[in-house]
């Protein structure tokens, strides 16, 4: 499978808030993609916060998945 753009690992470069940035802008790119919410989750957590609307995306994204997203990945 291709994806349309590289995940990007969200514990390793940048602040918190760079990182969550830069995947709420892959997500304006390609929306409802499951690795740039699951590393969107994670820096918002990162940072103590959620966001009911990307927890309910990825909720919807990820509703009939059949490989298991643990991290975003580079």
Same mark, same amino acid.
């Given at each position: 499978?291709? %994806?349309? %753009?590289?995940?990007? $690992? &969200?514990? $390793?470069?940048?602040? #918190? +808030?760079?990182? @969550?940035? @830069?995947? @709420?802008?892959?997500? !304006? /790119? %390609?929306? %409802?993609?499951?690795? &740039? $919410? =699951?590393?969107?989750?994670?820096? $918002?957590? !990162? =940072?103590?916060?959620?966001? !009911? /609307?990307?927890? !309910? /995306?990825? #909720? #919807? ?12 990945? +580079?």
């Amino acid at each position: 499978t291709t %994806h349309p %753009h590289p995940p990007i $690992l &969200s514990g $390793l470069v940048g602040s #918190e +808030m760079c990182i @969550r940035d @830069r995947y @709420r802008t892959e997500l !304006a /790119d %390609h929306p %409802h993609n499951v690795w &740039s $919410l =699951q590393g969107l989750k994670v820096a $918002l957590g !990162a =940072q103590g916060k959620i966001d !009911a /609307d990307v927890d !309910a /995306d990825y #909720e #919807e994204s990820t509703a009939r998945k059949d490989v298991w997203i643990t991290t975003s990945i +580079m």
